[in-house]
């Protein structure tokens, strides 16, 4: 019995240890949509700039950019520790961590699904990927690659 509560006590340490030595990778920095290797699903975006503040559990950002030939500016900060924030359309967005993937979850007022996307860096921090998967089977799937610039 002893060997047997040792190992349990080893493995619970190492997954202890791993946990506390993750550290959430730093999306700060001004990126740029590459429109060629995306797959925005039908989309009209012909430009698209996003400039990212991180600093753990805060995530601002601010994207500039031409939809169906008609510049737009749109700035959001959200929690990425779980915690609800509110975007500028009134829906609820909650973040979290799935190891070194950024998963929000969106909702309307009325609670139904908007979008669930991911969000991870490479592993040299130059190139971020976001993978955006709507709330209704009508719209399609998106996946956007982001340069760092």
């Known amino acids: 019995m002893k060997l047997r509560n040792l190992l349990?006590?080893?493995?619970?340490?190492?997954?202890?240890?791993?946990?506390s030595a993750f550290s959430a990778p730093d999306f700060s920095g001004t990126w740029k949509?590459?429109?060629?290797?995306?797959?925005?699903?039908?989309?009209?975006?012909?430009a698209l700039q996003v400039a990212i503040e991180h600093k753990e559990p805060q995530?601002?950002?601010?994207?500039?950019?031409?939809?169906d030939g008609q510049d737009f500016e749109e700035?959001?900060?959200?929690?990425?520790?779980g915690?609800?924030?509110q975007d500028s359309h009134g829906n609820t967005m909650k973040a979290h961590w799935e190891g070194g993937v950024l998963v929000s979850e969106v909702t309307a007022p009325d609670g139904s699904p908007v979008y669930?996307?991911?969000?991870?860096?490479?592993?040299?921090?130059?190139?971020c990927t976001r993978d955006q998967v709507p709330g209704n089977e009508q719209e399609p799937k998106r996946?956007?690659?982001?340069?760092k610039q």
Request: no cysteine; charged share 20%.
């Open 8 to 19: 349990l006590f080893s493995v619970a340490a190492l997954g202890a240890a791993a946990l």
């Open 143 to 147: 996946h956007e690659i982001y340069e």
């Open 75 to 81: 700035a959001e900060t959200l929690s990425t520790d």
């Open 59 to 67: 995530l601002k950002y601010t994207a500039r950019g031409t939809f």
């Open 33 to 46: 949509l590459n429109l060629e290797k995306s797959d925005l699903g039908g989309m009209p975006i012909t």
């Open 116 to 127: 669930t996307s991911r969000m991870a860096l490479s592993a040299d921090g130059k190139i």
């Open 83 to 85: 915690k609800p924030t």
